[in-house]
Antibody
Framework: EVQLVESGGGLVQPGGSLRLSCAAS????????MSWVRQAPGKGLECVTK????????YYVDSVKGRFTMSRDNAKMSLTLQMNSLRAEDTAVYYC??????????WGQGAMVTVSS | EIVLTQSPATLSLSPGERATLSCRAS??????LAWYQQIPGRAPRLLIY???TRATGISARFSGSGSGTDFTLTISSLEPEDFAVYYC?????????FGPGTTVEIK
């Protein structure tokens, strides 16, 4: 089955860390740019990071630069988003998404991250 | 950063009616514009990419047009399952950005 499955969400205190994982299946993972897109409660969508097929290029939005690190393992068909120094404004559903240019054509079910004391 | 503006914010229509949604970019994005549908509690779904190409499995009642800074998503005849939030997204420059969304609600 063609799918993306996120794991690792939860409740964390401000300043804390959390690691999200995404397992891909059913497609040629190493052929695709992959991204993380988040959605704060009741708000719109924001692409926070993307990584090229071979991991050679990685982009971050300014609000997470220096705090979040995206990585991928093509052999294991997996993505990781390491989130450090978390803030209340990072509270959101985080989606693992296939694509990272003119379209996002496959989405995971999302992982909820709540930053609160 | 390219800012996308969507109008109207809310569209109140009846099943069977035609829906016309607009997305305007703060600078040209060529044809690198996509549209997504999101039902509350679910992940977004790609409808249209490259301004006018329907994604796999998407009904022909959805169509997209435009280039440069002005784009339109048209739903020719609303079905009950089409009442949702619609977002546009530009793929021209990083950061990739989304519009704030248009809610299509049942009148």
């Amino acid at each position: 089955e063609v799918q993306l499955v996120e794991s690792g969400g939860g409740l964390v205190q401000p300043g804390g860390s959390l690691r999200l994982s995404c397992a891909a299946s059913g497609f040629s993972f190493s052929s695709y740019t992959m991204s993380w897109v988040r959605q704060a409660p009741g708000k719109g969508l924001e692409c926070v990071t993307k990584m090229k097929e071979d991991g050679s290029e990685n982009y971050y939005v300014d609000s997470v630069k220096g705090r979040f690190t995206m990585s991928r393992d093509n052999a294991k068909m997996s993505l990781t988003l390491q989130m450090n120094s978390l803030r209340a404004e990072d509270t959101a559903v985080y989606y693992c998404v296939r694509g990272g240019y003119s379209r996002f054509d496959m989405w995971g079910q999302g992982a909820m991250v709540t930053v609160s004391s | 950063e390219i800012v996308l503006t969507q109008s109207p914010a809310t569209l109140s229509l009846s099943p069977g009616e035609r829906a016309t949604l607009s997305c305007r970019a703060s600078q040209s994005v060529s044809s690198y514009l996509a549209w997504y549908q999101q039902i509350p509690g679910r992940a977004p779904r790609l409808l249209i990419y490259d301004a006018s190409t329907r994604a796999t499995g998407i009904s022909a009642r959805f169509s997209g047009s435009g280039s440069g800074t002005d784009f339109t998503l048209t739903i020719s005849s609303l079905e009950p399952e089409d009442f949702a939030v619609y977002y546009c997204q530009q793929g021209s420059n990083w950061p990739l950005t989304f519009g704030p969304g248009t809610t299509v609600e049942i009148k």
